[in-house]
T-cell receptor, first 112, second 117 residues
Framework: GEDVEQSLFLSVREGDSSVINCTYT??????LYWYKQEPGAGLQLLTYIFSNMDMKQDQRLTVLLNKKDKHLSLRIADTQTGDSAIYFC????????????FGSGTRLQVQP | GAGVSQSPSNKVTEKGKDVELRCDPI?????LYWYRQSLGQGLEFLIY????????KSGLPSDRFSAERTGGSVSTLTIQRTQQEDSAVYLCASSWGTSGGPQETQYFGPGTRLLVL
């Protein structure tokens, strides 16, 4: 099965909060990331969280980590049309293997 | 440069031809990564460089794929005898390459979109 799973699509209205969820299977995951990909563009790092943290807030973004359930979420407050993009969660391990394992991405559509 | 750059941005080739994709990492980043993003496969890791050596090549899908890095900077991904299933966006990323922590955060380039006809 997939190491990292995300729902494929989320639609919200402008001004509402968006919550994008991610689950992972490997308990040795050390760092967890959220990346944003706009159409035709590369991956933009939004934020990251260490596995020994349970929450991180950065302006409109809040990351919650439930290590017991291996569940990660990204909350975007006051969602704007410019937030429409694909959001990827990714994990890495501090084991010498530096590759990121990505989820399939969640397409966020913000309706005006 | 200010960010990771890749060239060309788009490449169309015929089946059976060889292609070379180039990546210029962020200045000072010793670690460099190649990923592939294709429909139905998501984002797949291909290869990781630390300096000029590649300690992890586990993601290369076949021996038609190879990569090198010279001078601890620019990297080239080469695909020989391209096949239609090689069509994808090839993404390069770089990081500081120190041992763990946020210094390992990977920054991505805009990608090269490869289409094999």
């Amino acid at each position: 099965g997939e190491d990292v799973e995300q729902s494929l699509f989320l639609s919200v209205r402008e001004g509402d909060s968006s919550v994008i969820n991610c689950t992972y299977t490997d308990s040795s995951s050390t760092y967890l990331y959220w990346y944003k990909q706009e159409p035709g563009a590369g991956l933009q790092l939004l934020t990251y969280i260490f596995s020994n943290m349970d929450m991180k807030q950065d302006q409109r973004l809040t990351v919650l980590l439930n290590k017991k359930d291996k569940h990660l979420s990204l909350r975007i407050a006051d969602t704007q049309t410019g937030d429409s993009a694909i959001y990827f969660c990714a994990e890495s391990k501090d084991t010498g293997r530096r590759a990121l394992t990505f989820g399939s991405g969640t397409r966020l559509q913000v309706q005006p | 440069g200010a960010g990771v750059s890749q060239s060309p941005s788009n490449k169309v080739t015929e089946k059976g031809k060889d292609v070379e994709l180039r990546c210029d990492p962020i200045s000072g980043h010793t670690a460099l990564y190649w990923y592939r993003q294709s429909l139905g496969q998501g984002l797949e890791f291909l290869i990781y460089f630390q300096g000029n050596s590649a300690p992890d090549k586990s993601g290369l899908p076949s021996d038609r794929f190879s990569a090198e890095r010279t001078g601890g900077s620019v990297s080239t991904l080469t695909i020989q005898r391209t096949q239609q299933e090689d069509s994808a966006v090839y993404l390069c990323a770089s990081s500081w390459g120190t041992s763990g922590g946020p210094q390992e955060t990977q920054y991505f380039g805009p990608g090269t979109r490869l289409l094999v006809l």
